[in-house]
């Protein structure tokens, strides 16, 4: 049986509830604006921003690539880390996309006459913190997190080599830190 390493786990458990996170809101959003709208193809004079405009709709596209990226990383037999390298950037680029968003609507609730205003999820809101955004910028956040320090300890692992004295020529036995 293959062992799994916990932070493996930790980086499919954060993609996956990013993803559950984020598709949720956008199919909520494309309920109600065709609710709204009777349509979903109208993306100007709307009362609300049509679903596939919002940052939420490209967030969402990326926490499911992101999670198909770590999960075909994780079954693989062997572990690249330059897969996980790749998927590095990308999580630090959705990490950015995601807080800039969460700024910006910080910025529009502290410019706001009445305190509320109208998140991606085409539903007044009271606060930035009740913004799926700041929940998938959590979830990109600690995934980014979780990928650097697995690249950290496989870049400070001991470098694997065949053992000539083993009786079987099997190799030495290391352990991977992004295997098990």
């Given at each position: 049986?293959?062992?799994?390493?916990?932070?493996?786990?930790?980086?499919?458990?954060?993609?996956?509830?990013?993803?559950?996170?984020?598709?949720?809101?956008?199919?909520?959003?494309?309920?109600?604006?065709?609710?709204?709208?009777?349509?979903?193809?109208?993306?100007?004079?709307?009362?609300?921003?049509?679903?596939?405009?919002?940052?939420?709709?490209?967030?969402?596209?990326?926490?499911?690539?992101?999670?198909?990226?770590?999960?075909?990383?994780?079954?693989?037999?062997?572990?690249?880390?330059?897969?996980?390298?790749?998927?590095?950037?990308?999580?630090?680029?959705?990490?950015?996309?995601?807080w800039s968003n969460v700024g910006y609507e910080f910025w529009r609730w502290n410019q706001s006459p009445t305190g509320f205003i109208v998140s991606c999820t085409t539903e007044s809101?009271?606060?930035?913190?009740?913004?799926?955004?700041?929940?998938?910028?959590?979830?990109?956040?600690?995934?980014?997190?979780?990928?650097?320090?697995?690249?950290?300890?496989?870049?400070?692992?001991?470098?694997?080599?065949?053992?000539?004295?083993?009786?079987?020529?099997?190799?030495?036995?290391?352990?991977?830190?992004?295997?098990?």
């Amino acid at each position: 049986m293959k062992a799994v390493r916990v932070p493996v786990i930790c980086l499919i458990g954060f993609l996956a509830a990013g993803t559950v996170i984020a598709w949720s809101t956008v199919a909520l959003a494309f309920i109600r604006f065709y609710r709204a709208e009777g349509t979903l193809l109208k993306v100007t004079n709307c009362r609300f921003p049509n679903p596939i405009t919002t940052p939420c709709f490209y967030g969402a596209i990326a926490f499911v690539v992101a999670l198909l990226w770590a999960a075909s990383l994780a079954s693989g037999a062997k572990r690249l880390v330059r897969g996980y390298e790749g998927l590095w950037w990308l999580l630090l680029a959705s990490t950015i996309f995601g807080w800039s968003n969460v700024g910006y609507e910080f910025w529009r609730w502290n410019q706001s006459p009445t305190g509320f205003i109208v998140s991606c999820t085409t539903e007044s809101i009271s606060s930035p913190l009740q913004s799926p955004c700041l929940y998938g910028s959590i979830m990109f956040l600690g995934a980014w997190i979780t990928v650097g320090l697995m690249l950290r300890t496989q870049k400070q692992a001991p470098v694997r080599k065949e053992s000539s004295s083993n009786e079987n020529n099997t190799p030495a036995d290391h352990r991977d830190p992004l295997s098990g």
